[in-house]
């Protein structure tokens, strides 16, 4: 899948969603929607171009910013003006990263919308017509997962733009919303591949689908479907955990495993906004491990709470648990695939943060495809891991809060002995919130699972924060409200 990287910002101009400015030019080569969409080819191109949202710095770069600094395990790296409000909860609607997530979000939304119409009326093999369909749709729901979970209600915007309609359209309400998103996806698993290949690896699959349908009924809480839709990608028999932890975090190992179920696809040395860039903002600062113009630690894990003890991201992971150190950069702790041209990377004894650690995942040094914000590593968006722990969840739910299931304690289990450590006989829901905590810590999950829990408020307020129920849905972006009448604020803001 290599050629995406280098034809998604090309293709943005013909599906008629390209940037500012784009329509004011006939362009060079005479092309428009009417005349692309002739060929089975063109219409490939059109769906490969949806990916395009998710690769720009603002989506997989800077993500981190809504998902995971709220949370209890990371908090910004210094004082910059935009991070620093959304730690405190004192974000407004005027935040730059609160407007990009929205914008890139309904981005990849429009232009899922331009193909599900368009290819819907080519002349090519029905099979082909539905496949484009499904993964537009599996796209369309993803973006729209994300943006329910952090705006609430939004507006659905479910067809291709036209000159002269009306989108100034009022926000739907959280079940509809969801109702969409159960929809496409339901559509998407009936008729995506099991599996991609050659320079198509890395597509949205029927596994994707289905595991994103698990975490959609999961947050719903609605446990008999997520338990029957992890249990089906558990069924494939197609994904496993890789054998250690690391293997989904090092350049080595990491891309399309086995166990990466969705993962946004990047590159290094490419375009710019083609590549990660989240070593660039979790690398510490003044360490050279990028050895170039970035590492600036603008992300770091949580510190102590002296009235608190025990809150922390680092307090969080039980000794022996192998995946600390893959998490985060602690203390006098070695790196050898970190510059191991330099005989690799130890972390100083003092700390190279405010909180004496920094984030380790995404972090590879440099290299020759490694450059400013940009590595080559893909973007893990759902790992084999997260059905796992879906299921054994679901089925703890079912049995009312703690579960000795035999069928749940062997998923729960396969992920903690991965990890190094002893499997349990039984499990309750602070176990398996603390499992997924530091199982995916800075994977932008954790803001999401203190929001399903409905603890957010109660564990936030441990970690030194007060924020109030309205504070756990973002402002929708006052940029937003000026454009469209119809929308109305959240409460709090």
Not at 236 to 242: A, N, R, V
Not at 392 to 413: D, F, H
Request: proline residues 5%; aromatic residues 10%.
């Amino acid at each position: 899948m290599n050629r995406l990287m280098f034809i998604y910002i090309s293709i943005l101009a013909l599906t008629a969603i390209s940037c500012e400015g784009f329509l004011d030019r006939q362009p060079l080569d005479q092309i428009s929607t009417e005349s692309f969409y002739q060929t089975e080819e063109e219409a490939n191109l059109a769906a490969l171009a949806i990916y395009s949202p998710m690769l720009d710095v603002e989506w997989q770069g800077k993500g981190w910013m809504i998902t995971e600094i709220p949370s209890d395990n990371t908090q910004a790296g210094g004082t910059d003006p935009d991070f620093t409000p959304i730690d405190n909860f004192s974000v407004s609607a005027d935040n730059l990263p609160v407007a990009n997530y929205w914008a890139f979000h309904y981005r990849c939304v429009v232009l899922a919308n331009v193909v599900i119409e368009k290819v819907g009326n080519m002349s090519i093999e029905q099979a082909t017509i539905n496949r484009l369909i499904a993964e537009a749709r599996f796209l369309r729901a993803f973006s729209y997962f994300d943006l329910v979970r952090i705006y609430g209600g939004v507006p659905l915007v479910l067809s291709a733009p036209e000159f002269g309609d009306d989108f100034l359209l009022p926000r739907a309400t959280v079940a509809e919303v969801y109702e969409v998103i159960e929809e496409d996806l339901l559509f998407a698993q009936e008729h995506l591949p099991a599996r991609w290949s050659g320079i198509d690896i890395g597509r949205a699959s029927k596994g994707a689908a289905m595991a994103l349908l698990a975490k959609v009924y999961l947050t719903r809480r609605d446990y008999l479907g997520s338990k029957t839709w992890s249990k089906a990608v558990m069924d494939m028999g197609i994904y496993q955990l890789m054998p250690n932890y690391s293997d989904n975090f090092e350049l080595a190992t990491s891309d399309n495993n086995a166990e990466g179920i969705f993962q946004i696809q990047l590159t290094g040395c490419k375009n710019f906004g083609t590549g990660n860039a989240k070593q660039a903002f979790f690398a510490p600062w003044g360490e050279g491990i990028t050895k170039d113009r970035d590492g600036w630690g603008s992300q770091i894990p949580t510190g102590p709470i002296l009235s608190n003890p025990g809150t922390t991201i680092f307090e969080a992971f039980e000794e022996g648990d192998l995946r600390r150190d893959v998490s985060m950069m602690t203390s006098g702790v070695y790196y050898p695939t970190i510059n191991p041209q330099d005989g690799g990377y130890t972390y100083p004894a003092q700390g190279a943060s405010a909180t004496l650690c920094n984030i380790k995942k995404y972090v590879v040094g440099s290299g020759s495809n490694i450059c400013f914000m940009s590595t080559p590593q893909n973007s893990h968006e759902i790992r084999y891991a997260d059905v796992l722990l879906t299921f054994a969840e679901s089925i703890m739910e079912i049995e009312g809060g703690v579960t000795k299931n035999p069928e749940a304690l062997t998923a729960y289990n396969e992920v903690r002995q991965r990890a190094g450590l002893e499997a349990v006989t039984e499990f309750n829901r602070e176990d398996i919130l603390h499992e997924r905590r530091v199982e995916f810590a800075f994977e932008g999950q954790r803001w999401f699972d203190l929001l399903r829990s409905g603890r957010a408020v109660e564990i936030m307020s441990l970690h030194g924060k007060n924020p109030s129920n309205e504070k756990l849905l973002f402002p929708i972006p006052s940029s937003e409200l000026k454009i469209n009448p119809n929308l109305e604020q959240n409460p709090g803001y």
